[in-house]
Nanobody
Framework: QVQLVESGGGLVQAGGSLRLSCAAS????MGWFRQAPGKERDFVAA????????RYADSMRGRFTISSENAKNTVYLQMNSLKPEDTAVYYC????????????????WGQGTQVTVSS
């Protein structure tokens, strides 16, 4: 079992930035997903447990950056140039093995953190 705790969400104006954190009880491959009201949970970014590779959803590439601090079992999501359409609950997921982009590939999830971007 892997426990995940997200933090760092909040209210920000369009064009602003936020950094989300996810602390894990065990360091394995980590991913960020988001879910807007009435929509499915979508892939945002992921980082391999080795730190050697990352992957991004096309719409986030260039604005969002995933990074990790392995010594602290923590993954971060730096979000810049935020848009109102980025408003969602952001979830941290974890899995053993390689990076995956589907929610079904991640057996472990945090409770989520709300990000609201005002126009």
């Amino acid at each position: 079992q892997v426990q995940l705790v997200e933090s760092g969400g909040g209210l920000v104006q369009a064009g602003g930035s936020l950094r989300l954190s996810c602390a894990a009880s065990k360091w394995i491959t980590m991913g960020w997903f988001r879910q807007a009201p009435g929509k499915e949970r979508d892939f945002v970014a992921a980082i391999h447990w080795s730190g050697d590779s990352t992957r991004y959803a096309d719409s986030m590439r260039g604005r969002f950056t995933i990074s990790s601090e392995n010594a602290k079992n923590t993954v971060y999501l730096q979000m810049n140039s935020l848009k109102p359409e980025d408003t969602a609950v952001y979830y941290c997921g974890a899995r053993y093995g390689n990076i995956a982009t589907s929610t079904s590939a991640y057996p472990y999830w945090g409770q989520g953190t709300q990000v609201t971007v005002s126009s």
